[in-house]
């Protein structure tokens, strides 16, 4: 059977575009930020999250992420505000991360690679649905959080890394509930934003991105936890689950503007 997408070096990011033309796009995610390209924009509003812990539902390894997946049949969990018009419904969060400390994220600041990035990916309702809103360009809104090792680690982590253990292998899931994701938020609001893509297949070119400048800590043991994820199913050979981060691609000509001087 046709490889099925992935990180490894017969179905990674550098194929994607043989079963996933758009991968080839001109708006593709993600990408290198450097600052001294970035614009700063005074009319971008903040962005505000007010997110009902009892939407989460269930976190799984579906053997390229860990993911954890909300409520959203209604205006539950919302994220209004900064560079979004309307509201955008909260429907999973995950990361990718990388083999060890040094790498992981897929956004790259200013040569700055985080140990992983945590995704809250939102759609806007007035697509209908999400498969609709994929084929918008103002369909999907997600949150990057940069997460940085370091020694104080945030505890609002905690709550996630600690049901790993139960979803070791690829097609577990299990039930994940009471939990607000606005926890993991840093101090700062501080973002930046420009349109793209998924940064997986099918790559649609339908979210507004909005990067949160200031990263969250975690500690290096929180992220051998998420290593020790695997992609494998149960009694299959174990091939751990790391470096499921999509390189950054072209910018093409687009601007990441920034709330912040
Ligand atoms: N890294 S990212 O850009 O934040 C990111 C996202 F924003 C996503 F929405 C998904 N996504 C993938 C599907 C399955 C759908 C299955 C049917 C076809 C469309 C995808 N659900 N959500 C995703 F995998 C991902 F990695
Ligand atoms: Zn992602």
Same mark, same amino acid.
């Not at 040094?102 to 990035?117: N, R, T």
């Not at 945590?118 to 309702?125: A, G």
């Given at each position: 059977?046709?490889?099925?997408?992935?990180?490894?070096?017969?179905?990674?990011?550098?194929?994607?575009?043989?079963?996933?033309?758009?991968?080839?796009? $001109?708006?593709?995610?993600?990408?290198?930020?450097?600052?001294?390209?970035?614009?700063?924009?005074?009319?971008?509003?903040?962005?505000?999250?007010?997110?009902?812990?009892?939407?989460?539902?269930?976190?799984?390894?579906?053997?390229?992420?860990?993911?954890?997946?909300?409520?959203?049949?209604?205006?539950?969990?919302?994220?209004?505000?900064?560079?979004?018009?309307?509201?955008?419904?909260?429907?999973?969060?995950?990361?990718?991360?990388?083999?060890?400390?040094?790498?992981?994220?897929?956004?790259?600041?200013?040569?700055?690679?985080?140990?992983?990035?945590?995704?809250?990916?939102?759609?806007?309702?007035?697509?209908?649905?999400?498969?609709?809103?994929?084929?918008?360009?103002?369909?999907?809104?997600?949150?990057?959080?940069?997460?940085?090792?370091?020694?104080?680690?945030?505890?609002?982590?905690?709550?996630?890394?600690?049901?790993?253990?139960?979803?070791?292998?690829?097609?577990?899931?299990?039930?994940?509930?009471?939990?607000?994701?606005?926890?993991?938020?840093?101090?700062?609001? $501080?973002?930046?934003?420009?349109?793209?893509?998924?940064?997986?297949?099918?790559?649609?070119?339908?979210?507004?991105?909005?990067?949160?400048?200031?990263?969250?800590?975690?500690?290096?043991?929180?992220?051998?936890?998420?290593?020790?994820?695997?992609?494998?199913?149960?009694?299959?050979?174990?091939?751990?689950?790391?470096?499921?981060?999509?390189?950054?691609?072209?910018?093409?000509?687009?601007?990441?503007?920034?709330?912040?001087?």
């Amino acid at each position: 059977a046709q490889s099925v997408w992935g990180y490894d070096s017969d179905n990674g990011p550098e194929r994607w575009h043989e079963n996933y033309p758009l991968a080839k796009g $001109d708006k593709q995610s993600p990408i290198e930020i450097n600052s001294k390209d970035v614009q700063h924009d005074s009319s971008l509003a903040p962005w505000h999250a007010s997110y009902d812990p009892g939407a989460a539902k269930t976190i799984l390894n579906n053997g390229r992420t860990c993911r954890v997946v909300f409520d959203d049949t209604f205006d539950r969990s919302v994220l209004r505000g900064g560079p979004l018009t309307g509201t955008y419904r909260l429907r999973q969060l995950h990361l990718h991360w990388g083999s060890s400390d040094d790498h992981g994220s897929e956004h790259v600041i200013d040569g700055v690679k985080y140990a992983a990035e945590l995704h809250m990916v939102h759609w806007n309702p007035k697509h209908g649905n999400f498969a609709g809103a994929l084929k918008q360009p103002d369909g999907v809104a997600v949150v990057g959080i940069f997460l940085k090792v370091g020694k104080t680690p945030k505890p609002e982590m905690k709550r996630i890394l600690e049901e790993i253990d139960n979803i070791k292998t690829k097609g577990k899931e299990a039930p994940f509930q009471h939990f607000d994701p606005s926890i993991l938020f840093p101090k700062s609001r $501080d973002y930046w934003t420009y349109h793209g893509s998924f940064t997986t297949p099918p790559c649609e070119e339908c979210i507004t991105w909005i990067l949160l400048r200031e990263p969250i800590e975690v500690s290096s043991d929180q992220m051998a936890k998420l290593r020790s994820l695997s992609k494998n199913g149960e009694n299959e050979p174990v091939n751990p689950l790391v470096d499921n981060w999509r390189p950054p691609q072209p910018v093409k000509g687009r601007v990441v503007k920034a709330s912040f001087k």
